[in-house]
T-cell receptor, first 115, second 114 residues
Framework: KAGVTQTPRYLIKTRGQQVTLSCSPI?????VSWYQQTPGQGLQFLFE???????NKGNFPGRFSGRQFSNSRSEMNVSTLELGDSALYLC??????????????FGPGTRLTVT | AQSVAQPEDQVNVAEGNPLTVKCTYS??????LFWYVQYPNRGLQFLLK??????LVKGSYGFEAEFNKSQTSFHLKKPSALVSDSALYFC????????????FGGGTRLMVKP
């Protein structure tokens, strides 16, 4: 099976712009979660989607949003980019939802640099 | 709220020696605990998990972890370290009612020297 794929792998944007990142989960996985990784804050949970519905949301401003499509692919959007949004954005997929113990599998990430 | 602490930023060990990477957690209810490893410019790779049952969990690449409920710890271990084990290791916890939301520790860099 192919793993979690994320596109693009690298992105450079300017302050004030917006960006959309894409994630394709492992085939058959219906849960997709997004995380932000920075040297200062470490790994932080952004949000989780399951069956096209946002189920959990982390403590991030409303500039960060996401969605999931019927084929379980997910996108996240960051509007009005700030320098502090520079980070590695990781997507993870899991087979099922909250009552299961299935582990999440991570993609390689999208490295976003805001200048 | 749930939290994870990895008290050591870096662990140094000689190749062939046993290694331990420490993790303590705080969560309401029974925890789901995970260890992930990250190599440079890569995503996180799943190593092992504890859900219930035997307190000693075996995972990938010879790693194992010991769950200790009274000490709220989940330390990662390996009997004999390899140079190729050098990487960044993350402990994570998930509350049983928190969907797939993982809370990660700050990470521990493992350096295995030949």
């Amino acid at each position: 099976k192919a793993g979690v794929t994320q596109t693009p792998r690298y992105l450079i944007k300017t302050r004030g712009q917006q960006v959309t990142l894409s994630c394709s989960p492992i085939s058959g996985h219906r849960s997709v979660s997004w995380y932000q990784q920075t040297p200062g804050q470490g790994l932080q949970f952004l949000f989780e989607y399951f069956s096209e519905t946002q189920r959990n949301k982390g403590n991030f401003p409303g500039r960060f949003s996401g969605r999931q499509f019927s084929n379980s692919r997910s996108e996240m959007n960051v509007s009005t980019l700030e320098l502090g949004d520079s980070a590695l954005y990781l997507c993870a997929s899991s087979v099922l939802g909250s009552t299961t113990s299935y582990e999440q599998y991570f993609g390689p990430g999208t490295r976003l640099t805001v200048t | 709220a749930q939290s994870v602490a990895q008290p050591e930023d870096q662990v140094n060990v000689a190749e062939g020696n046993p290694l331990t990477v420490k993790c303590t957690y705080s969560v309401s209810g029974n925890p789901y605990l995970f260890w992930y490893v990250q190599y440079p410019n890569r995503g996180l790779q799943f190593l092992l998990k504890y859900i219930t049952g035997d307190n000693l969990v075996k995972g990938s690449y010879g790693f194992e972890a010991e769950f200790n409920k009274s000490q709220t710890s989940f330390h990662l271990k390996k009997p004999s370290a390899l140079v190729s084990d050098s990487a960044l290791y993350f402990c994570a916890v998930r509350a049983y009612n928190a969907g797939n939301m993982l809370t990660f520790g700050g990470g521990t860099r493992l350096m295995v020297k030949p």
